[in-house]
C-alpha cells in the first residue's frame, strides 16, 4: 500500500513545495537544530507515503522544518497513547497517519475538511497553531 522511499527521494519530489524557514539561526543554534527538510526527516524517521506526497502537491499543502516538527510531535503522543491510525489536525491541513509505520498517509487541506469522513482511524490529535 505505501511504498517505501528514503528521505533523499522524497526530498526530491517535494522540494517545490517546501517552504525554507525564513529566521536566520545563529552558528551555535545551527549545530543543535536539523538544518534541512531531509535531515529533520533522518533525524526523526517520519516517512510520506506516495499518495500522500501527492496530495501534498496537488492541494498545495506546504511544509516546512517547524511544521514537521509539529506533525512528529503528534505522533509521539498517539504513540504514547498506544494509536495505530491517526488523524492528526493542524492549523494548515490535516493528516491521516500510521502511527506504528510512522507513515503519513494522505494529507487534507483546510478548504476540502468539510467535504471529508474520516474512517478506520483510532485517534485524533489537534496540533496547536
Same mark, same amino acid.
Given at each position: 500500500m505505501t511504498d517505501k522511499i528514503t528521505a &533523499?527521494?522524497?526530498? $526530491?519530489?517535494?522540494?517545490?513545495?517546501? $517552504?525554507? @524557514? @525564513?529566521?536566520?539561526?545563529?552558528? +551555535? /543554534?545551527? *549545530? +543543535?537544530?536539523? %538544518? *534541512?527538510?531531509?535531515?529533520?526527516? $533522518? +533525524?526523526?524517521?517520519?516517512?510520506? @507515503?506516495?499518495? +500522500?506526497?501527492? %496530495?501534498?502537491?496537488?492541494? &498545495?499543502?506546504?511544509?516546512?522544518? /517547524? *511544521?514537521?516538527? !509539529?506533525?512528529? !510531535?503528534?505522533? %509521539?503522543?498517539?504513540?504514547a497513547k498506544g494509536a495505530k491510525e491517526s488523524l492528526i489536525l493542524t492549523s494548515d491541513a490535516a493528516f491521516i497517519v500510521n502511527v506504528k509505520n510512522r507513515t503519513v498517509v494522505t494529507a487534507i487541506d483546510h478548504a476540502s475538511l468539510q467535504q471529508h469522513v474520516f474512517t478506520q482511524i483510532d485517534s485524533a490529535v489537534i496540533v496547536d497553531a
Open positions: &533523499g527521494q522524497l526530498y $526530491q519530489r517535494i522540494q517545490p513545495v517546501i $517552504q525554507q @524557514s @525564513s529566521r536566520a539561526a545563529k552558528p +551555535a /543554534e545551527r *549545530s +543543535a537544530e536539523p %538544518r *534541512s527538510f531531509e535531515q529533520l526527516l $533522518q +533525524a526523526n524517521l517520519l516517512k510520506f @507515503s506516495h499518495h +500522500a506526497e501527492a %496530495r501534498l502537491l496537488q492541494r &498545495g499543502i506546504r511544509m516546512n522544518a /517547524e *511544521s514537521l516538527a !509539529k506533525l512528529e !510531535k503528534a505522533v %509521539r503522543q498517539a504513540e
